[in-house]
């Protein structure tokens, strides 16, 4: 059982067949759960998120910003293990929309750190520190967080992007400010060493050449387990693979093509496509995109358009490994925009657009998601 949900704020319910058999796909403008089938209560589910599709910096038309949630647990509700990949800008309210605090996460995993993939961090991990108040203790554990030594990447990184020191830091200008003095002499039941203190940074180091294990978990439904290896975009960046007993995700990041020219020979990142192909075809991959209307010539920056994957790339990524679900975020340009970085365009690209784009390379164009924000995926292992 495959179910796409999208969350908005008006209701109503469109039904419609996939593919073979065992494969029915719902679109769904409300959170409403479509799921009826009563052997779903006995099964489990992987249900994958886009917490927000904005690509870069830049902001449009109230993106939030790149970030996927992987939710794994049983049926219904899909709400076991949280894992949340990226927290781009406004990540805490779109997980809010769908009814997520941020003390229900279990890990938080970043890709890379540049900023559009980050600046939602402080927002959450502030509001997880005010939840330790509301508590009057850390009734929860410290936030796991998974991120590159960027240290360990070969070829050794020119510039360092130090996850640790990121995070350690992360709530700086509110203890220097006195704001979290502030809060605690009010709420003494709050954590006393700040939002900071509520995390536990896991530094990867290995995931030069092949896949490498990064974190696990073991639930009474089975082994939830995170993999990664490094791609080329900047030094130190990871794309990560989450394995579950309902399905598996490749969450590829902003992986570039390994080809950085004009005229493309390869599919797309051979790191990515090997962690998508380990141990087997992974049942979803959810990749950063670049249309190719950004090509050079286009205005679009080349150095800009070359380090990231185009659809066209990642069609032929998930067809070549095998997957039966592409999503595509992080879109550049985005749905709607005339502009994208200092480029004006002809006209807007629809999610249609996207689709096509990505289907020119055979993978079944029905089987390509592309936002909006809070698009879902959810698919049912059922026993
Ligand atoms: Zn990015
Ligand atoms: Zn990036």
Known sequence: MVEICMHTTFSRLIRYAVSAVTLMAWVMFSQVSVADDAQLSQSSCLKVTLTGTNGGPTPFNGLAGAGTLVEFGQNPDCDDV???????????????????RSTALGLLAFTHLHSDHVDGFSDLILNRWHSTGINKQSDFPSLDILCSNPRAAKPPAQHVVDC????????QPFKASGELTQR??????????????????????EGNEKPATAWSKKTPLGQVTISYIRVNHI??????????????VV????????QPIEVRTTSTSDSTALLAKSPDSATIIV???????LAPGSGYPKKFYVRQSTAEDLGTLAKSTGARYLMLTHLIPAIGAKKAGPAD?????????????????GFPHDNIIVGPDRVSLKISNTP
Do not use: C
């Not at 030094?235 to 598996?248: E, H, I, K, M, Q």
């Open 235 to 248: 030094p130190g960046a990871l794309a990560y693979r989450v394995d579950t007993p309902a399905g598996s």
């Open 287 to 293: 990749h950063s995109a670049t249309s190719k209307i």
């Open 251 to 258: 969450i590829g990041g902003d992986a570039a093509n390994d």
């Open 184 to 205: 605690l002499a009010e709420n003494p039941g709050r954590t006393s060493g700040g939002p900071s203190s509520l995390t536990r940074v896991i530094e990867l180091d």
């Open 82 to 100: 949280r894992l949340q990949f990226d927290s781009g800008r406004g990540t805490t309210q779109s997980l809010s929309k769908l009814g997520i």
């Open 345 to 361: 365009l002809e006209s807007a690209m629809t999610a249609n657009d996207w689709k096509a784009e990505a289907a020119e390379t």
């Open 164 to 171: 640790k020191s990121f995070v350690a830091n992360i709530d």
